[in-house]
């Protein structure tokens, strides 16, 4: 059975930092490439950052040069380490993992960017 957790959310202040993590079992973690994704209210999925099971990473335009994300092959655990957030990056955000055209979602965790 695969599961995803992710855990670290909650409320951050602009500015401040937050790091989620997402522990994986069921699956052969080195050999999934791993993402986290973030929805916020009436919009749509999107695409946060990627990690492949080699190490390269990419990210979404908005994010890049604040967030960071990274992966402990020994802990099968993604981290995405968020800093400076703002008030735009609230959203329930999403552990993903992917191997050959097969994915799977964690339960998402909640992170609040307010003063």
């Known amino acids: 059975q695969v599961q995803l957790v992710e855990s670290g959310g909650g409320l951050v202040q602009p500015g401040g930092s937050l790091r989620l993590s997402c522990a994986a079992s069921?699956?052969?973690?080195?050999?999934?490439?791993m993402g986290w994704y973030r929805q916020a209210p009436g919009k749509q999925r999107e695409l946060v950052a990627r990690?492949?099971?080699?190490?390269?990473?990419n990210y979404a335009d908005f994010v890049k040069g604040r967030f960071t994300i990274s992966r402990d092959n020994a802990k099968n655990t993604v981290y995405l380490q968020m800093n400076s957030p703002n008030p735009e990056d609230t959203a329930v955000y999403y552990c993903?993992?992917?191997?050959?055209?097969?994915?799977?979602w964690g339960q998402g965790t909640q992170v609040t960017v307010s003063s």
């Open positions: 069921g699956i052969r973690f080195t050999s999934y490439a």
């Open positions: 993903y993992a992917e191997y050959n055209m097969r994915g799977y």
């Open positions: 990690i492949t099971s080699g190490g390269s990473t």
